[in-house]
């Protein structure tokens, strides 16, 4: 077991005065069990022990006493000064806030086109040193003290798993496919608000494996016709065929509509194992990252309400496909009984799609065009803007019960 630098600093604080004070041969003893104990290197370990707790005279009433415990702190000049920062700040907003590993890869591309529509104004040094120089672990860093006064708090209880592929097929007519784009997985969230009476909204969300492309529709209730009707809107917005669909053993999916659409359309069909949620863990991600953050956890159930969501719905698929980017997991080192991810670089779906030898010509033209006019800082007003409107609902709601209930 490794032991952390606090646990090695106090056990040389420890050794040193015996190792000092015994002979040669005790000396080579002590140290190899310190050495053992540390992983220092010999000649370092031996420094450590010789020098910790040493007295050096300065004159007769000032003395110094040596304490590898303490730490001398460095003066230097901050490489990212204030003008960075602030930069950098406004960038990390405008991308909801996401974490160095995700944001870095994207900076090259989106500096460039937050100056082109005016979002952002920095200098010349400050735009180089944004795009060419700053590490994930320095984004994370820098942006400390900003991400403590934005702590997001209500997480879903939702938690990602590996997808397992001992499911129970409806109907097959080709071989479900992790990497090709068009087999997705698909999922209803619920906007009860904690309230499960009556009749309220629910989110159809549908995330392509392969590429992470995520769409979402409110519907009025969880009908199977409602939801059949969504699903075939959603199929219309996908920027490449939709040719697999993976569901949970909901009656909302699992009905003759919906059978008989696959079987006629030649889409495969198949549904995840009972009770076992972490069967479809794609589309149970986008469950909090994209639906829970965007309309939250109160109850909707008014066609207003709906309005509003499917409004806000139509401007976050362009935010989150284009400008969202997300690592995906590409495999898993031993180390004894640690388990260590490996993920791959942060990209967005849009990238992913463009990326793929699966996807037409043509497809990718349109999504190339589509893109070339989008300002991620606008598609964020308009989101808030429309968030803004969905909670003004939900409050003139609850002002009216109390009136009726009074």
Known sequence: MRLTMQERKKLTAVMAPEYQRARKKENGRILDQFITATRY???YAAHALKTHGKK??????????????KRKDRKKERHYDGPVIAALGQVWKIMDFICGKRLAPILKELIPRLIRFGELKVSEEVRSKLIKKMSPATIDRVLAPERKKYQIKGRSNTKPGTMLKSMIPVRTFSEWSDKKPGFAEIDLVGHEGGDGSGEFLYTL??????????ETQAVRNKARQWVFEALKDIRERLPFPLLGIDSDNGGEFINDHLFNYCRDEKITFTRARSYRKNDNCFVEQKNYSVVRRAVGYARYDTPEQQAVINALYMELRLYTNFFQPSMKRIGTIKDGSKRIKKYDKALTPYRRVMGSKDVSVSDKARLKALYRNLNPAELKR???????????????KQIGRKRAAA
């Open 41 to 43: 290197t010999r000649r």
């Open 205 to 214: 969300d549908i995330t392509d494996v392969a590429t992470g492309w995520t």
């Open 56 to 69: 050096v005279w300065v004159d007769s009433s000032t003395v110094i006493v040596a304490d590898v415990r």
């Open 382 to 396: 308009r989101i808030t803007k429309l968030q803004q409107n969905l909670l003004r609902l939900c409050s003139q």
